[in-house]
DNA sequence: TATGAATGAGTCTTCATTCAT
DNA sequence: CATGAATGAAGACTCATTCAT
């Protein structure tokens, strides 16, 4: 919003390094505190003293904080996305790839639980060409599900007669998906595998036919 | 209904004045703010501005930004409540219960929409005997939702063993209504009755059942 | 300094009401804050509260908080000026008089403790033609002190050569005076009386003299 | 000398910096302003002005006003209690060293006059730990000057019968000590050794000795 | 007399960011 | 690569005071 020109100009070199250990324990560092108390909430010096950076020292690795949301959220959703984008091409049929859908979600989202939680609700503290870009990927995440769930639901693809009641149920997957952050607890709840069993049974069958 | 008395005595200590069709505006306009912009981005002048009050103005209505959070909040979630326990107070089968509680909330989120979304993603804001205050309303329209689901599951009330499978599928049920937040929009999209009725179908019998 | 305009005109009907009963708890109220906590640091909601008053209620008493604090230290001062001037034109050898003057001072201090401690700490708070005023009776109570002092020092009036030296006994007499705001507890000190007996040796013949 | 790592200690926590050229000139000028206006009348701004700073520059050096007011007094107090204290032992019979510590106490004073000021009209600005760590290096000072006393006074050490007297004597000396502030004039004034020969000799044999 | 409601000016403090080294 | 030092802008909140009633 505030700055498309200098964000187009920034892109191609948002930042000078992309890997590199210290710069792993930077944005893992960052995304625990964003994930905890929100973007907006974390300051820099909260990341400097949690990574062990000095203030400045930091700057060599992004240009600005959005510019470090952006980082953590690009690195993480796309390789989420690549990864299910790869698995689900492997075949199956509409049940079984979402099946597959949810578990290898909820499998990532335990190992990524930070990164993810912050790519899920940190969208809109993006602006301009960042914004767009995460957006995108989320678009395309978002795809993924609707066509498997249209496969499901047996509604040819491009109907525009079915395309609300898809796009809605694929709305309800995602914030079941999305609202796990919310109370999932590893040691606390039951794995994601077992998670995932039930929500696929959940979307698949319902209450009612889950139990029959 | 009930709690009116509780309530009021609760919010007795943290404010002075409840009523008036100014003070109306300033807790609608502060969610609606809120509702766009998350709590720790809205400033108290962001506030001003849109009600028409002085900075200063203001804080004869509340003793600090957190307090009007907390207001917007207790108001806004304990009239949703009450709404609810009377409602389901009504009877009929649990599905058919089940059905009511989502139609009721999608009902009054329509109507409260800034509110309600702020009553759910900024509890975290909240903090101290705010949080609790809050965070027991919240548990008792958790409730609310794990009785009905148990008794559509046939699930003995108590039963140890089945307790994760209905808090799961409760957790399912709030994360599909809560995402509705971030994407329904009431031109574009269906009405709320509508929009109710695909969710209860979908819960009550998944993706096969609620085609077949 | 700012309004000597203002302050000369409204300094004849600097207030309205300069008696009744709760005119009285005002200033006392006042005075006790103010002595504990600094005029700077108490705000008019401190002493609405502390007296029961509206906030804008005490404005029909005096015209600004620094009106407040004169009023205190012209009542209290000019009646401690009053009486001791009195009570000095009473004679008695030079001795005597001075251990009057010490006495009666700690006994007024003992009956209106804030409010002499405000005059004497909260003088600088004051400013234009109200810290002349309290200034010039400030300089009539100093001049008291300065007349027995060289009379028990055999100091001829008027003596240019030796106006340094009981000048500053006066002073360090007041000093003394004053300091017992810092350390004097009713409950835990002895009388007032004893103290002063005590002073007055000190003063007149020193550590070592009111030994022997 | 021997409580320098302690000091040390305790000013660590509580501010990171604790020298260089413009450091000195901060504590310095924010010390004039206070001793001119008081604690509580200084701004932050003020200071800034005063010292060339910027407004948020200053925090760099200490955590809040009442850190700096703390930084001040520490310093300032402690430096003339290890004065004191190293002085004193060098020996001398009880007049000859009240005599001293007077001097000292009135030399050191006009070297640091706005600190001094600070120190001794501003601790209660001060509260928790900063209040208890600078009370606790009052108590010391004080606790020089009682001793001194009760040995001029012929008391012996631990009366209890006796202490009542001493202390009060020692408090009429810090009186005066302390009401200096309110009156001294470098300028205008004679010169801090002579006032301390008036001063000693006024403690000594009071106003009638110190004439015969 | 008395007050509920309101406000302009100002307070301390924090934040992301920069730059000389 | 890294950082100590510094800052402009902005944030929440408070204060003495006023005015219609």
Known sequence: MKDDAAASRGEAEVSRVRSGEKYERLLGGAAALMARQGYSQTTMRDVARETGFSLAGMYYYFKSKEDLLFQIQQRTFSELLALQEEQLARGGDAAERLRRLIDRHLAFYVRHADELKVCTYELDSLSGEKYQQIESLRRRYFALGVAIIAEVMGVRPGSVHEAAPVRHATLFLFGML???????????????????????????????????
Request: aromatic share 14%; hydrophobic share 35%; charged share 30%.
């Open 178 to 212: 999305n609202w796990v952050f919310m109370w999932y607890r590893p040691g606390r709840d039951c794995g994601p595998e077992q998670l995932a069993r039930e929500m696929a049974d959940f979307v698949l069958d319902g209450l009612r036919g889950s139990r029959s």
